[in-house]
């Protein structure tokens, strides 16, 4: 899908050996980061597990449910869905000597779980369940599940011992809504649903088709998994975090996917291959030395955006607080100047503030109860406006949320569906040089600790081909004039040294590898 004239998004995923990291960018302004650790297994939204009844709690209608993780997971009566006795009868005959799919068809969907039911009347402690995480672990707080399993797809939603088959209110046409869902009834096999996506919209047989496929094996690659151990196990994740960003956000008009690891972008172009052909040619491979996220200018952004002051323009900033229970941002005029009449000028400042305060909860992905204090303004009209612009500008987001009228002593207070932790990432650093001591040997002296370095692998280790990584102000200064310091050393030791400026180091801080990568302690 080519840009459009009014914005070019682009995608860029940097791989490194802990995490994955992804942003996504609207005309180079960073809109969004999403991180996924590389090492072990997080809770994440979407995943599925073979769970343990913990304890039942009759006053609550729910109960706790093991699967694995320190803090027990929670699930409400009416998040066992309607189907959950089909789910249960599975699980209880399911063993390695049956024929999977022919237990799978022949169990019985109905009869539904009564809406007023009680939780003790269905579960007991002890036994186990197929679940499924729709919010993450917060703070003290466990993941929270229910039992009606569903795999999303880009233009599909695999609803397993279902019977409906329903299409997006957003589809408007009543020929493409029929087609549709005529044709994923002809491909669904005995005792599934689906819910097709608005994106499925135009969309050829062919690529429906390959797209159920792929769930419905998904599906049904864990029933191996449950058939062999009927313990507290995860069965599937949600795709990775690369794929599931691009499932949600590719309808938008993206320009260009970058990717700098060959294997996540060969997983990407697959998965883009399979949900959108004509999209495929828009997933790149970056081969560049210097840092992805360095080149697209993603590092000096999340450096900016995720401190606690977050300068807005013209002197103006956010002040953005968290406790337990809510998200507090403070809107200040700060130095800007009153070149206008105070009240135009505030209402000016406000607007500017919203239009930061809505790029901030998708970038720190906040949720929950956000109070914003903006600057008082005497006029109704104004409140009333700045309230409209929020709402126009939190449409684009994707999560679930509700904004309220501001109040007379300027409060707008805003709620977003919290689904995982909001981001934090901690702009400030110890000092790598001084250890957070204070204290550093003087700066005249780097060279020569440098090159002492240097002299040691030469006649020592006889390495002679180096990669000398620096922060960009101590890169400049080696490399400085005719005859740099760098140049000196490459003489004096007869050796290769390419160097990589990493606008992520501090000041002094500095880094050798040999030719294969590896750091030199």
């Known amino acids: 899908m080519s840009s459009t004239s009014e914005s070019v998004k682009d995608l860029i995923v940097d791989v490194n050996p802990t995490e994955?990291?992804?942003?996504?960018?609207?005309?180079?302004?960073?809109?969004?980061?999403?991180?996924?650790?590389?090492?072990?297994?997080?809770?994440?939204?979407?995943?599925?597990?073979?769970?343990?009844?913990?304890?039942?709690?009759?006053?609550?209608?729910?109960?706790?449910?093991?699967?694995g993780d320190e803090k027990e997971a929670f699930v409400h009566y009416l998040d066992l869905g309607l189907y959950f006795n089909a789910f249960d009868e599975f699980l209880r005959k399911i063993n390695p000597n049956t024929d999977h799919k022919a237990l799978f068809s022949k169990v019985r969907i109905g009869p539904v779980l009564q809406k007023e039911g009680r939780i003790e009347n269905v579960l007991s402690p002890g036994q186990m369940m197929i679940v499924q995480i729709v919010k993450e672990p917060i703070s003290t707080k466990g993941s929270r599940l229910t039992a009606e399993i569903s795999l999303a797809g880009r233009n599909i939603v695999l609803l397993p011992f279902a019977e409906k088959v329903s299409v997006s209110q957003k589809i408007s046409s009543k020929e493409e809504k029929r087609r549709l869902e005529t044709l994923v009834r002809n491909i669904l096999p005995k005792n599934y649903g689906a819910i097709i996506r608005t994106a499925a919209e135009g969309k050829n047989a062919a690529v429906l088709d390959a797209e159920l496929m792929s769930l419905i094996e998904k599906?049904?690659?864990?029933?191996?998994?449950?058939?062999?151990?009927?313990?507290?196990?995860?069965l599937f994740t949600e795709y990775s975090k690369t794929t599931t960003v691009l499932r949600d956000l590719l309808n938008d008009s993206f320009s260009n996917i970058f990717i700098n690891n060959e294997q996540v972008y060969e997983e990407a172009r697959k998965y883009i291959s399979l949900i959108s052909p004509e999209q495929e040619k828009i997933v790149r491979l970056y081969r560049d030395d210097k840092p992805i996220f360095d080149h697209f200018d993603i590092t000096r952004q999340i450096k900016s955006s995720f401190g606690k002051v977050v300068p807005i323009r013209q002197g103006a900033y956010l002040v953005i607080e968290h406790t337990e229970a809510l998200h507090v941002i403070d809107v200040n005029s700060g130095t800007r100047s009153k070149n206008k009449e105070q009240e135009q000028n505030t209402y000016d400042?406000?607007?500017?503030?919203?239009?930061?305060?809505?790029?901030?909860?998708?970038?720190?992905?906040?949720?929950?109860?956000?109070?914003?204090?903006?600057?008082?303004?005497e006029s109704p009209e104004h409140r009333n406006m700045l309230y409209k612009h929020m709402q126009e500008l939190m449409e684009n987001d994707r999560a679930k949320h509700n904004v309220l009228p501001l109040t007379k002593f300027g409060l707008m207070q805003i709620t977003r569906q919290r689904v995982r932790p909001a981001t934090e990432i901690n702009t400030t650093e110890v000092c790598p040089v001084c250890h957070g001591t204070g204290k550093i040997a003087s700066s005249l002296v780097i060279d020569e600790a440098i090159e002492r370095k240097l002299s040691y692998y030469v006649s020592e280790k006889g390495i002679t081909?180096?990669?000398?990584?620096?922060?960009?102000?101590?890169?400049?200064?080696?490399?400085?004039?005719?005859?740099?310091?760098i140049g000196k050393w490459k003489r004096k030791y007869r050796c290769k040294i390419r160097q990589m400026e990493i606008s992520d180091f501090a000041v002094l801080q500095n880094e050798l590898y040999d030719e294969k990568g590896n750091k030199l302690e």
Request: charged share 20%.
């Open 219 to 234: 599906w049904e690659n864990s029933w191996k998994k449950i058939a062999q151990s009927k313990s507290i196990q995860l």
């Open 20 to 67: 994955i990291s992804i942003a996504l960018t609207e005309n180079h302004r960073l809109i969004e980061l999403n991180k996924e650790s590389s090492q072990g297994h997080n809770y994440s939204v979407g995943d599925v597990y073979l769970g343990k009844v913990r304890k039942i709690l009759p006053a609550l209608n729910a109960a706790f449910v093991d699967i």
């Open 349 to 377: 400042i406000n607007c500017f503030a919203a239009e930061e305060i809505a790029r901030q909860l998708r970038l720190r992905d906040m949720g929950g109860i956000v109070i914003v204090d903006f600057i008082d303004m």
């Open 465 to 485: 081909s180096f990669t000398l990584k620096t922060s960009p102000i101590l890169g400049a200064y080696l490399s400085r004039g005719l005859f740099s310091i």
